[in-house]
């Protein structure tokens, strides 16, 4: 096929401002439908049916997993909540269960059994106390009577 000419007489190439370069009318014909064509392909793929379906697709896979390995996750995280929580209680019992034998086993009583019955230690007698200091009326003072029978201060036989 021939191309036919237009009647039209040629232009000259004018200076476009906005471009700042000089544009034939056929130049800026070609450039147009580059312009269109390069739209076209870069437009295509997303303006497809097929290509919109299979990006939502997609998308809702990786939703979808997410969502399962979120669950996954927290329910991981819940059971060992739940393990600790029996670990505290556990360790709570215990701590009161602790505190009630050392108070059974610090107790006057029980320390005074144990010396006279394990040990052999007993009270003194007024005549085995041994007064401490240098004789003085504030060294005695000072010690007092405390050191005497009745006092419940233990001191060993041996």
Known sequence: MMRRRSRA????PRNDARHGALLHPGTLRA????LRVSRRLMAGLSRSLYTRAFLLWGATLVTGILCVSQHVYSTKLAEQIEELRDTREKTETEIGFLSMERARLSGRERIEQ???ERLGMRYPEAHEVVRLGDGTYRSWDRWGDD????????????
Request: aromatic share 4%; hydrophobic share 35%; proline share 4%.
């Open 9 to 12: 007489p040629r232009r000259k």
């Open 31 to 34: 450039l147009l439908k580059r």
């Open 114 to 116: 144990y010396a006279t």
């Open 147 to 158: 050191l005497v029978e009745g006092s419940r201060v233990a001191v060993s036989d041996g």
